[in-house]
């Protein structure tokens, strides 16, 4: 299994990106997705997840109204569209996938990325 982010970036306060991250190895739709985060220092974090068919998502509240997951499961990819960014939004970001029909908003998940990192300046 190999999941690969992309996307990552430096931007200002205010400015919006776009995270993917791009399956292989497993059946996608079988499978509820997440991306995380980790800001040095600090331990990794759950920020979004979203169920098998995109229906259901669930949000930190740090990023709620800020960040939206989804995901095209005919192209086994997963996105996370972060506007209004904020230099605490700072971190490298992963995605993972986890066995679950349903979000799953916590760190059990099956399968980890190799991180894109996200640098916000004020």
């Known amino acids: 299994v190999q999941l690969q982010a992309s996307g990552g970036g430096l931007v200002e306060a205010g400015d919006s990106l776009r995270l993917s991250c791009v399956a292989s190895?497993?059946?996608?739709?079988?499978?509820?997705m997440g991306w995380f985060r980790q800001a040095p220092g600090k331990e990794r974090e759950f920020v979004a997840g979203?169920?098998?068919?995109?229906?259901?998502?669930y949000y930190a509240d740090s990023v709620k109204g800020r960040f939206t997951i989804s995901r095209d499961n005919a192209k086994n990819t997963v996105y996370l569209q972060m506007n209004s960014l904020k230099p605490e939004d700072t971190a490298v970001y992963y995605c993972?996938?986890?066995?679950?029909?349903?979000?799953?908003?916590?760190?059990?998940?099956?399968?980890w990325g190799q991180g894109t990192q996200v640098t916000v300046s004020s």
């Open positions: 979203i169920g098998w068919s995109g229906g259901s998502t």
């Open positions: 190895g497993l059946t996608f739709s079988s499978y509820a």
């Open positions: 993972a996938a986890v066995a679950s029909r349903t979000v799953v908003p916590g760190p059990k998940y099956d399968y």
